[in-house]
């Protein structure tokens, strides 16, 4: 690989860097949004997991790879249990937790899939980047719009919690995807 295709590469290795550390800020920062310990407990045991399967996915353990489908099951199982229990919370709380708690699935997945060479893995990681950002959008407008809390200190905190991570995840899907245009177009990338 010559010294440009090292550039593009080091980009890709960049934007999938920021997508992990938008993951990080946004679990982190989604306590403010939700507002509610037990939610926000709840938002935690259904994230996590997943992200550190993706963690060790990504690293190809043995033991994950080979049990991947049942672990995900359980996983999936654990979680429609637990969206079926924070059902009993206030409608429109309940409709920012599942907001919340989708795109920051989409996010994992995004990661998951940034730096992969296949096609319908390059699809993933787009559609499910794009979702991301269309959901956090979605939040902000309707924290923005709707001022679901009066215009205060708390609401601006909200309005920047919302697009920080949003801001950052744009940038790091659009490195990948710059650098793999680029990469593509030079002829030191090919999908399989």
């Not at 699935?105 to 980047?129: A, D, E, N, P, T």
């Not at 939040?139 to 920080?164: E, G, H, R, T």
């Amino acid at each position: 690989m010559s010294i440009q295709g090292k550039k593009e590469g080091t980009r890709r290795l960049k934007g999938s860097f920021t997508l992990l550390l938008v993951i990080i800020i946004s679990i982190s920062f989604d306590y403010f949004i939700l507002n509610n310990p037990l939610l926000y407990l709840i938002f935690i045991i259904i994230c996590i997991p997943l992200f550190i399967l993706s963690i060790f996915l990504k690293l190809e353990q043995d033991f994950i790879v080979k049990h991947s489908l049942k672990i995900l099951l359980i996983l999936l199982t654990i979680i429609i249990t637990l969206i079926i229990t924070s059902v009993f919370f206030n409608s429109s709380l309940m409709i920012v937790f599942v907001l919340v708690v989708s795109s920051n699935l989409l996010l994992i997945s995004c990661w998951h899939f940034s730096l992969s060479l296949y096609k319908k893995h390059r699809l993933i990681f787009i559609f499910s980047g794009f979702g991301y950002c269309i959901i956090k959008l979605f939040l902000w407008f309707a924290y923005f719009i709707l001022k679901i809390f009066a215009y205060s200190m708390l609401f601006y905190q909200l309005l920047a919690v919302i697009l920080v991570p949003l801001f950052l995840a744009l940038v790091g899907i659009l490195l990948i995807v710059v650098a793999e245009l680029s990469m593509k177009k030079k002829g030191f990338l090919n999908y399989i």
